[in-house]
């Protein structure tokens, strides 16, 4: 049972343009999120993240979206650039529990 | 200069032998969690642990075993029990109740 989905396995997007990578949760108690990037033969590292209560948190290029209705949420980069080409995971927790981590998105921003 | 390490980046082993992963952390955080990560499955929770000499299974602990004797170690010892060892294993720590979790650079254990 996957409480949190990335139904896209991978992306493609120019440098220049926004990328919008996507996450889906069934858990209704999850009450934070987390956005990491992952280089190949590297440890995840957090790039942001936005609590239940709020529904938009940014960070320079960086924006995470929460519809908690939906039970969605999403990562926009703009602009995006090369070195942003990385596996992307979603992860959500409950009450500061462990993380549920999602499949990840490959993202390839192509120059 | 905190992070934390994981000790060696690559692990080779011959089928039938047991293999302890090293993990150490200098951040001061409580909680201590160990991954795996197969090609297109994401990172799948093993063991974690939320204080010292206290340890939970996580998704797929079968084949694997923890310790936590003090709060800036926790290695994973993975077994021959374990049916399919080769892989990428991620360690991360965060702080009691937190949500986000800080990650080592991984090991790489193939095993043969």
């Known amino acids: 049972d996957q409480q949190v989905k990335q139904n896209s396995p991978s992306l493609s997007v120019q440098e220049g343009r926004i990328s919008i990578l996507n996450c889906d949760y069934t858990?209704?108690?999850?009450?934070?999120f987390l956005w990491y990037k992952k280089y190949p033969a590297e440890g995840p590292t957090f790039l942001i993240s936005?609590?239940?209560?709020?529904d938009k948190n940014e960070d320079g290029r960086f924006t995470v979206f929460l519809n908690k209705s939906a039970k969605h949420l999403s990562l926009h980069i703009v602009p995006s650039q090369p070195g942003d080409s990385a596996v992307y995971f979603c992860?959500?927790?409950?009450?500061?529990?462990?993380?549920?981590f999602g499949a990840g998105t490959i993202l390839r921003v192509k120059s | 200069d905190g992070g934390i390490t994981q000790s060696p980046k690559y692990l080779f082993r011959k089928e039938g032998q047991n293999v302890t992963l090293s993990c150490e952390q200098n951040?001061?955080?409580?909680?201590m969690y160990w991954y795996r990560q197969d090609p297109g499955q994401g990172l799948r929770l093993i063991y974690y642990?939320?204080?010292?000499?206290?340890?939970q299974k996580g998704d797929i602990a079968e084949g694997y075993s923890v310790s936590r004797e003090k709060k800036e170690s926790f290695p994973l010892t993975v077994t021959s029990a374990q049916k399919n060892p080769t892989a990428f294993y991620l360690c991360?720590?965060?702080?009691?109740?937190?949500?986000?979790?800080?990650f080592g650079p991984g090991t790489r254990l193939t095993v043969t």
């Open positions: 991360a720590s965060s702080m009691y109740g937190q949500g986000q979790q800080y």
């Open positions: 936005i609590s239940s209560i709020k």
């Open positions: 992860a959500a927790s409950a009450y500061g529990n462990k993380l549920v």
């Open positions: 951040l001061n955080h409580d909680a």
């Open positions: 858990n209704s108690m999850f009450d934070y």
């Open positions: 642990s939320q204080i010292v000499n206290d340890f």
